[in-house]
């Protein structure tokens, strides 16, 4: 299968701060990248669909300027998590369609954000 | 309605039992349904996928699909205290490339 690595796989950092977190295929392209959030004992949901060379699109209720996603070659993507606050604590996990196109998608690690 | 419903649990079976996890869903036009896996702190891991009407059978998996009720579920034989995570029922909707996820149901076997 796919192989999707994310990087970090936990951050701490202080209200007011950004965080960068990665997300790359390792082993094949990908022109599309979904980013899911999962707060404790919740579901996956969809933040946002990155696609390469072009802006990304957002789910409704997500802010794009706080959430900022770049895309800018086949095999990275990443987010951008401006100003953050405590709310923003959360599981966020990038993930990729693979390349045989069956729908399934292929996860990172995660990253676990905790902002205090 | 949600658009992915699944019982939030916790399903607790006894060691070797099967286990039987349910999902329903809205959209009736979702074509492609996935199985997914999470331990806790990590992320989901794909079990099974299922794209047409009845069973499909994978080592001690089952998947079965029920278009027409709209019905997905897993079937666990065997199960083992490894096989105790969140299972994440997914769809994906047409039109749509990303899945939408199910809260997922929490299964706890018993040694």
């Known amino acids: 299968g796919a192989v999707v690595s994310q990087h970090p796989s936990r951050v701490i950092c202080k209200s007011g701060t950004s965080v960068k977190i990665e997300c790359r295929s390792l082993d094949f392209q990908a022109t599309t990248m979904f980013w899911y959030r999962q707060f404790p004992k919740q579901s996956l949901m969809l933040m946002a669909t990155s696609n390469e060379g072009s802006k990304a699109t957002y789910e409704q209720g997500v802010e794009k300027d706080k959430f900022l996603i770049n895309h800018a070659s086949l095999t990275l993507s990443t987010l951008t998590v401006t100003s953050a606050h405590p709310e923003d604590s959360s599981f966020y996990i990038c993930s990729a369609p693979g390349t045989a196109n069956t729908g399934e998608l292929f996860f990172g690690e995660g990253s676990r954000l905790t902002v205090l | 309605q949600k658009e992915v419903e699944q019982n939030s649990g916790p399903l607790s079976v006894p060691e070797g039992a099967i286990a039987s996890l349910n999902c329903t869903y809205s959209d009736r036009g979702s074509q492609s349904f996935f199985w997914y896996r999470q331990y806790s702190g990590k992320s989901p891991e794909l079990i099974m996928s299922?794209?047409?009407?009845g069973d499909k059978e994978d080592g001690r998996f089952t998947a079965q699909l029920n278009k027409a009720s709209q019905y997905v579920s897993l079937l666990i034989r065997d199960s083992q205290p490894s096989d105790s995570a969140t299972y994440l029922c997914?769809?994906?909707?047409?039109?749509?490339?990303?899945?939408?996820f199910g809260s997922g149901t929490r299964l706890q076997v018993q040694p």
């Open positions: 997914a769809v994906k909707r047409v039109g749509r490339r990303a899945l939408t």
């Open positions: 299922i794209y047409s009407n």
